[in-house]
């Protein structure tokens, strides 16, 4: 490991702060820019993607595309000023490091890493809710509480849409009728131990497996899509294309909540991204490497949105994989995507069941058995009545994901970074704070 993740890793077991362990989950180990790309793409990319045909059906190519774009061009900015506030905060607190190694004239603690060495301000982890917690104070709770929300927001959506999908599944492949209710409870009963997990790292495995399913769901989709379209030999994909309705009157206003969640909170993985980055150089193009792979991701999902509306037309449904043409190719998609997204749950449940724990802590050694009890009831429950919630709106995914994007996604991604940056920021001109209270 980087000689600084070893310290700040010593400042965490020093402190033993529910705070800190917050913050520790939120580390991308790899250090490489290569690594760091990756991450944006596995951080942005997920199964919201599949919810974006049949917004742009409801929209209209002529709202969703600029939507689409506005939203990006918000979000490239808002992550811009978070990655402002990182070096602001970043060099302040290597100044304090090296003011307080000259003061004790101690050699030994310029830099130190033993055992004996104060923990410094720099082996402080910035994340997202740490810069909140030095911009707004106490008034950080409603950062930590949106982030939480937005988290268990995307949860609450994979628990409609794996149900969704394994009806349609088993049903195509042996004619049973079952009800979704069924599956919901299954998933429940998967994931409640699932987030009993404490160390992020034994979720890895999951991670790489879910993200080789969600590539092989994408490809097989667009496959599908054009093996769609070659089948209609009275017109070509520009034609299809061409035929599409420039707008939709009735409808057009909740794709802009899907617009916003297309981007599943990967806001929060932009701070510790740029900290994974090891070499200086490498540190001062992230911000630029950042808006380069994200506007390219969007490229791919107006692509893949315009394609497999053109192909499937007005039977699109919100989740795509449900308005795939039966077979055996389309099932096998459905039920990849299906144990994708059981694997992804835990990962995007963690951060916000950290919020949880950290509020509800009790002051107890983590050790404690009885406090790694309480921990898993209240983990339990806390997936039990998401598993509630989504029974009660199964039928209603895609006002579910454009309520969660417009009430939740848009404040975290578009409100909070620009305010902060006011208030973090040095020597910031009039026109960048009118911008930043503007947006």
Request: overall charge negative.
């Amino acid at each position: 490991e980087h000689p600084d993740s070893q310290t700040s890793l010593k400042g965490l077991e020093d402190n033993e702060q529910v705070e800190d362990v917050e913050e520790l989950i939120d580390v991308v180990e790899g250090g490489s820019m290569t690594a760091a790309i990756f991450g944006i793409i596995k951080g942005t990319i997920g199964p919201a993607v599949l919810f974006l045909p049949r917004g742009f059906q409801m929209a209209g190519y002529a709202f969703a595309i600029p939507t689409m774009i506005l939203a990006t061009a918000s979000y490239i900015y808002s992550a811009n000023r978070l990655l402002e506030c990182w070096k602001v905060e970043k060099e302040r607190a290597t100044k304090i490091d090296e003011i307080r190694a000259l003061l004790l004239e101690s050699p030994k603690r310029y830099g130190a890493t033993g055992e004996e060495s104060r923990p410094s301000e720099g082996g402080k982890l910035l994340t997202y809710p740490e810069l909140a917690r030095r911009a707004f104070g106490s008034g950080a709770i409603f950062v930590q509480l949106g982030i939480a929300l937005m988290q268990f927001g995307v949860c609450l959506t994979y628990l409609i849409f794996v149900p969704q999908n394994l009806y349609e599944a088993i049903h195509e492949l042996l004619g049973w009728d079952v009800s979704k209710t069924v599956f919901l409870i299954t998933m429940v009963m998967i994931e409640v131990p699932l987030s009993w997990i404490r160390d992020i790292r034994r979720l890895t495995p999951f991670n790489v497996m879910a993200t080789l399913l969600i590539a092989y769901g994408l490809f097989s989709c667009l496959v599908l899509a054009f093996w769609e379209i070659e089948k209609d030999s009275e017109s070509t994909y520009f034609d299809r294309l061409a035929d599409l309705p420039a707008t939709n009157s009735d409808t057009w206003i909740l794709f802009i909540g899907t617009a916003f969640f297309a981007f599943e909170g990967c806001i929060t993985l932009i701070v510790p991204l740029q900290e994974a980055v090891f070499r200086e150089e490498d540190k001062k193009r992230f911000p630029s490497v950042n808006q380069t792979v994200t506007s390219s991701i969007v490229a791919f999902y107006i692509f893949f949105a315009l394609t497999c509306w053109a192909a499937f037309g007005t039977s699109i449904r919100t989740a795509l994989t449900a308005s795939l043409p039966p077979g055996p190719y389309a099932t096998s998609v459905q039920l990849a995507y299906s144990v994708a997204v059981i694997f992804t749950f835990p990962l995007q449940a963690f951060p916000a069941m950290e919020v949880v724990f950290h509020h509800s802590a009790s002051g107890a050694s983590k050790t404690d058995p009885s406090e790694h009890t309480k921990l898993n009831v209240q983990a339990s429950l806390v997936v039990c009545l998401l598993g509630i919630v989504a029974y009660l709106a199964i039928d209603y995914l895609g006002n579910v994901v454009s309520l969660l994007g417009s009430l939740v996604g848009i404040p975290i991604a578009l409100i909070f970074p620009p305010i902060m940056h006011n208030i973090l920021g040095r020597d910031l001109s009039t026109g960048t704070k009118v911008l930043n209270t503007f947006v």
